[in-house]
């Protein structure tokens, strides 16, 4: 059904737009996408990626990269889009382009820059992934990610395709370009962040500091860097273009911009937040809301604000924990199957740990004839409704059937202040007092010996470089 939808799309768009002008090459392209679909598309996207992932509010910081990006926008090859700068409340480390536009930044990405140059090659990059129309190109690709994540797509796809949305999540979100579109894009964002007057040397610092990350803050969102060419190839190239750009534009003391940005970041959120949801134990705490319950045995979770999604290690079974609408339990069910095709097998109201509950089983069967069956609990707490389903495949219920009921009926009260003050790290920034080298200077700030090499990464350093007295570096703090 949504194959054959995208097949007309993509024949109604050939027939109204079959060449376009590059407006960076000059070339005429196979466009598929007018400037009004690109633009439909990103406004389409946008608020799937802010409710699945969340702002971080920064007044401040938000400012900054509105206005860059608005200055940078407006020298580049597309000034008369309508450009949106978000910062998504991700620990990741990335940024990444959507149609039309609009451009993310993680508040992991922000916390790992060193100055505003750094900030500005990769805005650069952004917006030449959008000027250069590298999503465009991509936009069967961004059609399935209108998909979203949500229990509407879960419903209707296939259950290969909902493992492989537990499995890698978010990444469905965000499209991924080739290596030429990318070095294109780096290329871009030395002439843009040159423009600007920015020193695009620093654009290429932090590639290096991209190669440090470990896969836990590297791959959970990949369009910043697994498709992108090998770093070192990227520095000397980044290196090159940068010389032939501050040569043209006569730049002769192009802005760095470390303290500035630095001081900007003293405060931030860094890593996760707890106040989000964790994982701990085998147990997923949520410290807001008040609640745990227990994550069957190896099992992989992701939390986002809309859903945590959890699968199992085989893929042969997902489930779910969400909101649901309704002023009991019941209610919220029968207002829940009035949206969705499902054959109620059985129904019974319940209780959870002293919480109210409706237990069904169901079944759907996908238009291949493919019988998934699903165990739902709504458990009711004060005005919300929760709900947590597990779905496998028919043949496969019966073992998973046990499994998701262990996990739904663990589902509980959180009390143990232990786990409800959880606070998350911060940015502290400090003035070095004494030169020294760096991992004597975060010693004497009192860091911890396991993240000395982590704040190495974050301060864009190596733990035996010298530091010099006045200058500026990052610590965490947790309080
Ligand atoms: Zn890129």
């Not at 961004?142 to 509407?152: N, T, Y």
């Not at 009921?405 to 409800?420: G, Q, W």
């Not at 993240?451 to 965490?476: F, I, P, S, Y």
Request: aromatic share 10%; with cysteine.
């Amino acid at each position: 059904m949504k194959k054959l939808y995208i097949l007309s799309f993509l024949l109604a768009a050939w027939m109204f737009h079959g060449c376009a002008t590059n407006p960076v090459t000059g070339n005429r392209d196979l466009m598929l996408l007018s400037k009004d679909q690109e633009i439909a598309m990103g406004k389409e996207a946008d608020p799937q990626i802010v409710a699945s992932m969340g702002l971080y509010e920064d007044e401040e910081l938000q400012q900054f990269i509105s206005r860059k990006g608005k200055e940078m926008a407006a020298i580049s090859h597309r000034p008369e889009l309508p450009y949106e700068f978000k910062i998504v409340d991700s620990k990741v480390v990335n940024a990444f382009a959507v149609p039309g536009g609009f451009i993310y930044f993680t508040r992991g990405i922000m916390a790992h820059f060193n100055n505003e140059a750094e900030f500005a090659g990769v805005l650069g990059h952004e917006i030449g992934h959008i000027t250069a129309r590298h999503s465009a190109k991509q936009y069967s690709k961004a059609q399935l990610a209108s998909l979203g994540v949500g229990l509407g797509s879960v419903f209707s796809e296939t259950f290969r395709q909902y493992s492989d949305v537990a499995g890698q999540g978010l990444q469905l979100l965000f499209l991924k370009f080739g290596r030429d579109a990318e070095r294109q894009s780096d290329k871009l964002g030395v002439e843009y962040s040159s423009t600007i007057g920015y020193d695009s040397y620093e654009m290429a610092g932090f590639f290096e500091t991209l190669d440090r990350l470990g896969p836990d803050e590297a791959d959970a969102i990949p369009s910043f860097l697994s498709t992108h060419p090998d770093p070192a190839e990227r520095t000397v190239s980044v290196r090159k273009y940068t010389d032939n750009w501050q040569k043209k534009l006569d730049l002769t003391d192009p802005d760095v911009g470390r303290n500035s940005y630095l001081r900007m970041i003293d405060g931030m959120v860094y890593g996760d937040d707890p106040k989000q949801g964790y994982v701990e134990n085998g147990r997923f705490y949520h410290p807001e809301l008040k609640f745990v319950y227990q994550i069957p045995d190896g099992w992989q979770l992701q939390n986002s604000p809309q859903q945590v999604l959890m699968a199992a290690p085989d893929g042969n079974a997902m489930m779910v924990l969400t909101l649901a609408s309704g002023s009991s339990p019941r209610d919220a069910a029968t207002q829940f199957f009035s949206n969705y095709q499902l054959e109620e097998e059985s129904a019974s109201e319940t209780s959870v740990n002293g919480f109210p509950a409706f237990r069904v089983v169901a079944s759907q069967a996908d238009q291949q004839g493919n019988v998934l069956r699903i165990l739902f609990y709504f458990i009711q707490d004060g005005e919300n409704v929760y709900l947590m389903y597990g779905a496998a495949p028919a043949e496969n219920f019966r073992a998973a059937e046990p499994v998701f009921s262990r996990s739904m009926t663990s589902f509980s009260r959180l009390s143990d202040p232990e786990y409800l003050n959880r606070k998350p790290d911060r940015i502290r920034i400090r003035e070095v007092n004494n030169s020294d080298n760096l991992r004597s200077i975060l010693l004497e700030y009192g860091m911890p010996d396991d993240r000395l090499e982590e704040l190495a990464v974050l301060n864009g350093m190596n733990l035996t470089d010298q530091v010099a007295a006045g200058t500026l570096v990052k610590t965490l703090v947790n309080e």
